[in-house]
């Protein structure tokens, strides 16, 4: 809670694009091409990551948190809070070798979506928060970036997450949001350090 990102373990990286739907198509594929290889090798998985938004431990390939990308409606949260509220988003797991290069990639190649780079620490308010970095697209003012509600991230102990796929309903490891604050006791208890 408050601590700078030297004070906590970054376990792993997430690339959100937002904001322009159009454009996130494009980045979508553009992304997908230029980092084929740290993409799991299994055809079976595609681009998918085997586990939800809330997951933060080692895995060793760069994987999309969506679905693969089409031009239908974009995938949205409904019957709980969604961190995003209605901003149109999607986001890649990064392992933690990779993120210089694919964070300067992302921001040179951004177009006219918003790209948002933030660890993984398990204190998911504050890495949302105060750790992550906004970079807006082209025909933005830098100090436009999209808000985010924190207090709909389910974890904020240090090094705990959850695979939201053991869990029904909207990715909140199985916990309703919003969370009355940033506390750690006051994190969802399905957030565990193993998962």
Request: aromatic letters at 14%; charged letters at 15%; one cysteine or more.
């Given at each position: 809670?408050?601590?700078?990102?030297?004070q906590?373990?970054?376990?792993s990286?997430?690339?959100?694009?937002?904001?322009n739907?159009?454009?996130?198509?494009?980045?979508?594929?553009?992304f997908?091409?230029e980092?084929?290889?740290?993409?799991?090798?299994?055809?079976?998985?595609?681009?998918?990551c085997?586990?939800?938004?809330?997951?933060?431990?080692?895995?060793?390939?760069?994987c999309?948190?969506?679905?693969?990308?089409?031009l239908?409606?974009q995938?949205?949260?409904?019957?709980?809070g969604?961190?995003?509220?209605n901003?149109?988003?999607?986001?890649?797991?990064v392992?933690?070798?990779?993120?210089d290069?694919?964070?300067?990639?992302?921001?040179a190649?951004r177009?006219y979506?918003?790209?948002?780079?933030?660890?993984?620490?398990?204190?998911?308010?504050d890495?949302?928060?105060?750790r992550?970095?906004?970079?807006?697209?082209?025909?933005?003012?830098?100090s436009d970036?999209?808000?985010?509600?924190?207090?709909e991230?389910?974890c904020?102990?240090?090094?705990?997450?959850?695979?939201?796929?053991?869990f029904?309903?909207p990715?909140?490891c199985?916990?309703s949001?919003?969370?009355?604050d940033d506390?750690?006791?006051?994190?969802c208890?399905?957030?565990?350090?193993?998962y």
């Amino acid at each position: 809670r408050n601590r700078s990102l030297d004070q906590v373990t970054v376990m792993s990286w997430h690339i959100h694009y937002t904001t322009n739907s159009t454009d996130m198509y494009r980045f979508y594929y553009a992304f997908a091409k230029e980092f084929a290889a740290l993409f799991n090798p299994d055809a079976s998985v595609q681009r998918t990551c085997p586990f939800g938004p809330n997951y933060g431990l080692a895995y060793p390939y760069v994987c999309s948190l969506e679905e693969p990308y089409t031009l239908e409606e974009q995938r949205r949260v409904y019957g709980g809070g969604s961190p995003w509220g209605n901003l149109p988003q999607r986001a890649f797991y990064v392992p933690l070798q990779h993120i210089d290069s694919l964070w300067r990639w992302a921001q040179a190649q951004r177009g006219y979506a918003d790209v948002f780079k933030h660890p993984n620490t398990g204190c998911m308010h504050d890495d949302h928060g105060l750790r992550g970095e906004w970079v807006v697209g082209l025909s933005r003012q830098q100090s436009d970036h999209p808000s985010i509600s924190t207090l709909e991230f389910p974890c904020n102990m240090p090094g705990t997450g959850c695979n939201d796929t053991m869990f029904s309903g909207p990715p909140s490891c199985g916990c309703s949001t919003p969370l009355s604050d940033d506390a750690p006791w006051n994190s969802c208890g399905n957030c565990h350090l193993k998962y």
